[in-house]
């Protein structure tokens, strides 16, 4: 019996040592800014920038439409299938086809391929357009997309921590901690509503010096659209309203620099099916001139002297580095497919963090001071254990966040405030139950085991209950009620280890002396009669 208690004694306590250890060194760098694994301080404690921003669907279903006509129009041209008057008006795909007897399988087999889209023909005369269902889908893929885009440019920007999340049915929540200045506030902008839609367009070898004299109208009748050069807006360009391909097969953007300027650049790498398709046009069209269309500006437009294999291209455009390193980043992290807008922006100053960390740190000193108090003098020594257990819990929750890099929120500080009146009262249980045991005339020791056995139940009843609870906030949640849910869910698993673990095992240390004393209210604040 003795030497099963002394195998008891040590696994706890060794338990109770290492938690503490382990909370104690993985903390300190949160606490006093050294080298290490620190809480990462969320948009209300640090400051930074909030914005609410709306997204363009119906740019996105017009360039769904586009990059069907592009795709059509490539499937033609490879099978050798002759149309008349092909155009995209007001998103309806519109041709003639001139063999319609010789080619009209093959035109109604490459249509069937592709989803969503409503065929009219009459006597080879095409009409394409959108089903409504493809168009609610593109509509709803558009929104998921630029919420998966926005985060991973934000990730690959370096921000710690960004929250960007749907908000409705057509809005985006982002938050950016640590976004201080002008400059910054400015820079994540920009970078978050860059649409960052790359283009290859073939000009139009016909009409190249017609770029100033054409209106857009007498252009989009030929199938040509007008677009400006990048660094001079006089200089406008005509182009092949339908693009050879767009950024959707780019796989990769860099930076470099120019061999001839010394200027920074953009290199960019196409998909196996982009190198094929711009393969096989610079391979027909050379001596013709190839734009590069970025955003709606032509940065440039080289002149074709041979086929261009491997899938790779540059992009020039008198960059500085920062401008080209956020432009690699918004082509690497994907084209937005329809324009954000900014609905609503509101900058948390870093004074306002700093006065709500002081008033929680208040709050959370207070809490702690009254329970140590309270527990001492209401308990006795079993009160101090608590306590014990309550300062290795509070080391513990913030090793833990610190060590996966959780971000600590205003919500999140008051989630610790809970947990510590979370993590107290399950000795408060304890403890009730010892004294129940003590008073019904059960010796000290078996009312300490007892006492615990218990408490047990409704300790983890209560416990699974709230880990429950957070896990839906979660899930569900966003921004601050994630970092409350994740600061709630670290503190009871903590609060489960320190708080039944921890103050048994220093029971079991000090058991023998308790028995030897007999002095009920020293140790557990109750004398009995």
Aim: charged share 20%; net charge negative.
């Amino acid at each position: 019996m003795q030497k099963n208690q002394v195998k008891s004694i040590t696994y706890r306590f060794y338990v109770l040592i290492f938690v503490t250890l382990f909370g104690v060194i993985l903390s300190l760098p949160s606490f006093f800014n050294i080298n290490g694994p620190k809480i990462n301080l969320g948009l209300d404690l640090q400051g930074g920038l909030h914005m609410l921003l709306g997204v363009e669907t119906d740019e996105a279903i017009k360039s769904k439409v586009k990059s069907i006509a592009s795709g059509i129009n490539y499937s033609f041209n490879k099978d050798d299938i002759l149309t008349d008057g092909f155009k995209n008006t007001d998103n309806v795909i519109k041709f003639e086809l001139i063999d319609v007897d010789g080619d009209k399988l093959k035109v109604d087999k490459i249509l069937s391929e592709i989803k969503g889209l409503v065929v009219r023909s009459d006597n080879g005369i095409y009409e394409l357009t959108l089903s409504d269902l493809e168009k609610q889908e593109t509509a709803k893929f558009a929104i998921d997309q630029a919420v998966e885009t926005i985060r991973n440019r934000l990730d690959l920007f370096g921000l710690s921590e960004p929250t960007v999340a749907k908000q409705g049915e057509d809005k985006i929540l982002v938050e950016i901690p640590g976004v201080k200045t002008a400059e910054d506030e400015q820079r994540a902008k920009d970078l978050i509503a860059k649409a960052a839609h790359l283009q290859l367009m073939e000009v139009d070898r016909a009409k190249a010096d017609q770029g100033n004299m054409l209106s857009p109208e007498e252009a989009a009748s030929y199938g040509d659209i007008i677009l400006p050069d990048v660094k001079d807006k006089n200089i406008k360009y005509v182009l092949k309203e339908l693009p050879i391909l767009d950024g959707s097969m780019l796989i990769d953007a860099r930076v470099g620099f120019s061999d001839k300027t010394a200027q920074p650049v953009i290199n960019f790498t196409l998909n196996s099916e982009g190198a094929k398709i711009f393969g096989d046009f610079t391979g027909k069209k050379v001596g013709h001139q190839l734009a590069i269309v970025l955003d709606g500006k032509v940065y440039s437009a080289p002149r074709i002297n041979e086929r261009i294999g491997g899938g790779s291209g540059q992009i020039s455009g008198n960059f500085s580095v920062e401008e080209a390193h956020d432009l690699a980043i918004a082509l690497r992290s994907g084209a937005l497919l329809a324009p954000v807008k900014l609905l609503e922006k509101r900058s948390v100053g870093p004074s306002l963090g700093a006065d709500s960390i002081e008033q929680s740190l208040v709050a959370l000193l207070g809490v702690f001071l009254m329970i140590v108090v309270f527990m001492g003098v209401y308990y006795g020594i079993s009160g101090l254990f608590a306590n014990i257990a309550l300062i290795s819990n509070i080391f513990l929750l913030v090793a833990v966040m610190a060590l996966f890099g959780a971000t600590l929120t205003l919500p999140g500080m008051a989630g610790i405030v809970l947990t510590v009146g979370m993590a107290v009262d399950a000795n408060v249980i304890i403890n009730e139950r010892i004294r129940e045991l003590i008073r019904d005339g059960v010796n000290l020791r078996d009312a300490i085991n007892n006492g615990y056995h218990n408490a047990m139940s409704a300790i983890l009843d209560s416990n699974l209950t709230t880990l429950i609870t957070s896990a839906a906030l979660y899930a569900y949640g966003t921004g601050a009620i994630k970092g409350f849910a994740v600061t709630m869910s670290i503190g009871i698993i903590a609060s489960m280890i320190t708080a039944i673990i921890g103050t048994h095992a220093l029971f079991d240390l000090f058991a023998n002396r308790i028995e030897k004393s007999g002095n009920t209210r020293l140790w557990f604040g109750y004398r009995r009669v």
